[in-house]
T-cell receptor, first 116, second 114 residues
Framework: SQTIHQWPATLVQPVGSPLSLECTVE??????LYWYRQAAGRGLQLLFY??????ISSEVPQNLSASRPQDRQFILSSKKLLLSDSGFYLC???????????????FGPGTRLTVT | DQQVKQNSPSLSVQEGRISILNCDYT??????FLWYKKYPAEGPTFLIS?????DKNEDGRFTVFLNKSAKHLSLHIVPSQPGDSAVYFC?????????????FGKGTKLSVIP
């Protein structure tokens, strides 16, 4: 069965510090990978998605970036955090079927980021 | 502009009764709809989905109904159990847009009272 891991689970960082959140998926090959953010009292906002190694699409302009160095590894980074970057960050994956991505996305446990 | 709306931020239901969670959408290009359940400090869990070519999909205690003319879908949980207490998110996808994005509503918090 497929498993998705995220770490760290919680993180408190000062404004201006760098960020690196990691996500890995097990039990599947060539998944689509996604980074979402849930800000307090709001729905889930898609930040980045990737259809393959080194292929990153950004949905929202911001000071965050994403990278996919391996097939089942997805990293969310920032060089300098802002207060507004605080939130609950979720990684998700979906399977490919007949050349297209299945709609069902499966989420990891999330990382709670607090920028102080 | 919010394309997926869950107008009820919260809902309380007695254990054993039916829970009905509602979702409205504005984008007629959405062709796939999903429901997720989320506990605090955890990632959302996929529950059930429906393609726009169907009007009903059932999986155990969960049934999703889609009314395309009204741009409305609902999730029915029968019978409701205390473990169903969570935030429920409705999501939609436009497969023709070339993006794999799911557009989420803001969620409805369901409380099932024993």
């Amino acid at each position: 069965s497929q498993t998705i891991h995220q770490w760290p689970a919680t993180l408190v960082q000062p404004v201006g510090s760098p960020l690196s959140l990691e996500c890995t998926v097990e039990g599947t090959s060539n998944p689509n990978l996604y980074w979402y953010r849930q800000a307090a009292g709001r729905g889930l906002q898609l930040l980045f998605y990737s259809v393959g190694i080194g292929q990153i699409s950004s949905e929202v302009p911001q000071n965050l970036s994403a990278s996919r160095p391996q097939d089942r590894q997805f990293i969310l980074s920032s060089k300098k955090l802002l207060l507004s970057d605080s939130g609950f960050y979720l990684c998700a994956w979906s399977a490919l079927l007949n050349g297209g991505a299945r709609a069902e996305q499966y989420f990891g446990p999330g990382t709670r980021l607090t920028v102080t | 502009d919010q394309q997926v709306k869950q107008n009820s931020p919260s809902l309380s239901v007695q254990e054993g009764r039916i829970s009905i969670l509602n979702c409205d959408y504005t984008n007629s290009m959405f062709d796939y709809f999903l429901w997720y359940k989320k506990y605090p400090a955890e990632g959302p869990t996929f529950l059930i989905s429906i393609s726009s070519i169907k009007d009903k999909n059932e999986d155990g205690r969960f049934t999703v109904f889609l009314n395309k003319s009204a741009k409305h879908l609902s999730l029915h949980i029968v019978p409701s159990q205390p473990g169903d207490s969570a935030v429920y998110f409705c999501a939609a996808r436009n497969s023709g847009a070339g993006s794999y994005q799911l557009t989420f509503g803001k969620g409805t918090k369901l409380s099932v009272i024993p």
